[in-house]
T-cell receptor, first 115, second 117 residues
């Protein structure tokens, strides 16, 4: 069975700095897909960025980037130049390549960005 | 483009009553997913439809929970004889459902917060 673990419960940073959130996963599949989502204070869950396991290059979207370390089964999210509005809960998720497209989520990391 | 629509946004039921939750996926998306979010369990998969057909219901409680997708524009999650432990945020998500690149990315609705008293 798949498992996604986010060990950091919460992180506090000052705005305009860079933050890294950790995520490790477990799967028996050779092909899999990793996602990061953000849940805002209103409860809205927003897709941020993804990494497909067969791609060696780390994904980057805006001020989000990933640190994909396949041998360590790790997919870290890096947010550069953080802003107050980045304060949210960040979830790491994975789906396998079985055709059953459900996502398995980690427990989330709370990010608080202060002035 | 409108996102995933869920109604109602909040629902309060008494123990033993029935609750029906509605989801309208993004137009053109053929895959619809239901998840449940609680403080203790986090985000859990419930069930998945593709082209209106049920594909995977491995996360659905065996009793009292059922889901349907009668047409491509809406899906329902029904909970019979609701219990306090059913209190949660129920989230619907949709994706393009194809096999091409990025067609599996799921986009979430705002959720329905169910409270069973």
């Amino acid at each position: 069975a798949q498992k996604v673990t986010q060990t950091q419960t919460s992180i506090s940073v000052v705005e305009k700095t860079t933050v890294t959130m950790d995520c490790v996963y477990e799967t028996r599949d050779s092909s899999y897909f990793l996602f990061w989502y953000k849940q805002t204070a209103s409860g809205e869950i927003v897709f941020l960025i993804r990494q497909d396991s067969y791609k060696k290059e780390n994904a980057t979207v805006g001020h989000y980037s990933l640190n994909f370390q396949k041998p360590k089964s790790s997919i870290g999210l890096i947010i550069t130049a953080t802003q107050i509005e980045d304060s949210a809960v960040y979830f790491c998720a994975m789906r396998d390549d079985s055709g059953y497209n459900k996502l398995t989520f980690g427990k989330g990391t709370v990010l608080l960005v202060s002035p | 483009n409108a996102g995933v629509i869920q109604t109602p946004r909040h629902k309060v039921t008494g123990k033993g009553q029935e609750a029906t939750l509605w989801c309208e996926p993004i137009s053109g998306h053929s895959a619809v997913f239901w998840y449940r979010q609680t403080i203790v369990q986090g985000l859990e998969f419930l069930t998945y439809f593709r082209n209106q057909a049920p594909i995977d219901d491995s996360g659905m409680p065996k009793e009292r929970f059922s889901a349907q997708m009668p047409n491509q524009s809406h899906s329902t999650l029904k909970i019979q004889s609701t219990q306090p432990q059913d209190s949660a945020v129920y989230l619907c998500a949709s994706s393009l459902g194809g096999t091409g690149v990025n067609q599996d990315t799921q986009y979430f609705g705002p959720g329905t917060r169910l409270l069973v008293l």
